[in-house]
């Protein structure tokens, strides 16, 4: 079955960087788009960023220019570098495809 499993959040001060991880399976990895979401407490799922299969890629404007998406078709994963943290990138952040969502991954930026 089709399984995305998230990891490297954490507790990070303003300033820092995570770098973010989904393994991915159960499909055939290199032929489905992947995408990053995020939740934060009390509003609404939103998108971060994707990264077609053409390499074409997509960033919200509040990461724009601090986040980077990548992934590893050799590795079934996909990454998402997040440098520059704010208090505001504070949420749980998911990987999507195929129909499917990891569990989540918490961030905290805080001091």
């Known amino acids: 079955q089709v399984q995305l499993v998230e990891s490297g959040g954490g507790l990070v001060q303003p300033g820092g960087s995570l770098r973010l991880s989904c393994r991915a399976s159960g499909f055939t990895f290199s032929s489905y788009d992947m995408h990053w979401y995020r939740q934060a407490p009390g509003k609404e799922r939103e998108l971060v960023a994707y990264?077609?299969?053409?390499?074409?890629?997509y960033y919200a404007d509040s990461v724009k220019g601090r986040f980077t998406i990548s992934r590893d078709n050799a590795k079934n994963t996909v990454y998402l570098q997040m440098n520059s943290l704010k208090a505001e990138d504070t949420a749980v952040y998911y990987c999507?495809?195929?129909?499917?969502w990891g569990q989540g991954t918490q961030v905290t930026v805080s001091s």
């Open positions: 999507t495809s195929h129909g499917s």
């Open positions: 990264r077609l299969t053409s390499g074409i890629t």
